[in-house]
């Protein structure tokens, strides 16, 4: 019996450790005036609302960083590859928020593609030194857009699984799917980038990078 009590305690060490060297590094609060890229596509770059009510304006207000507009209308994943590492080395962000893929999916394109092109964004951006956060995007299609029944792409809880990210899961579903929060089918008003911005600094202090 004491023989076996050591064999049990002995995996459940084993277990221990292995489960304590599978979780994500742990993130670094940012201060006040901290460069923050948002990389992102039409829901980033604010299309359906003002400049100054897109969500990486209001995230900047509510944190207190300086938070670059990185989103480009109609970017593809590849198209946000291609273009980071020109913005990383221009702004030096110590975080990139990543919210990237919706034009992909609408234009049902190789949803393999696309996660490898998210997963290659992410790890540039942390190869620059930069902490990242993954933002889950909806599983668009017209139909699933107009219906108003939204829900995210699996790839995203995969990617930041395997990656060791933090992700902010359900921030456009809930948004897109709602009616009064959006300018059409795909975009968000201002009312909906503030939701938007209002979850993510919750999700930023919950994983640690926001005090």
Known sequence: MAARRRLLAALAA????????QRAPKAQALAAGSTVLAL?????????????????AVLQ???GWRVVNGGIS?????QALARLPALLQEHQPRLVIVSIGGNDFLRRMSA?????NIRAICRT??????????????QFSLLAASTGHLSDHPLYAELADALKLPLYEGGWSEVLG?????SDQVHANAQGYRQFAEGLAQRLRKAGLLA
């Open 14 to 21: 084993t277990a221990l450790l292995a489960a304590c060297g």
């Open 112 to 116: 393999t593609a696309a996660r490898d």
């Open 125 to 138: 951006a942390a190869d620059a030194g930069a902490q990242v956060l993954l933002v889950a995007v909806p």
């Open 178 to 182: 709602n009616a009064r929060l959006r």
């Open 74 to 78: 109609g970017d593809t994943t590849a």
């Open 61 to 63: 207000e509510l944190t």
């Open 40 to 56: 992102g596509d039409s829901l980033t770059s604010g299309v359906g609302a003002t400049a100054d009510t897109a969500y990486p």
